[in-house]
């Protein structure tokens, strides 16, 4: 992964994940190659998911201030 996982957006995460899964269904693959490439998505698994959150969370708080309106 060119970039740290920290600093990728959401946008590029999810298409570097589609990425590795294309790479990851080659019977061919590298075992070595494959675990690296696992790791990899894991990690942005990991990322997107908190994105997620973090997300939900400030909408579920908009919604909440808009009812005090």
């Known amino acids: 992964m060119a970039k740290k996982a920290e600093t990728i957006n959401f946008s590029k995460a999810i298409l570097r ?3 590795i ?25 990991k990322l997107c998911r908190s ?5 939900n969370e400030k909408i579920t708080k908009i919604l909440e201030e808009d009812k005090d309106i």
């Open 21 to 45: 899964v294309s790479q990851l269904e080659d019977p061919n693959l590298d075992l070595e190659k494959g675990l690296g490439l696992l790791e990899e998505g894991v990690k942005l698994h």
């Open 17 to 19: 994940l589609e990425e």
């Open 51 to 55: 994105k997620l959150k973090e997300a």
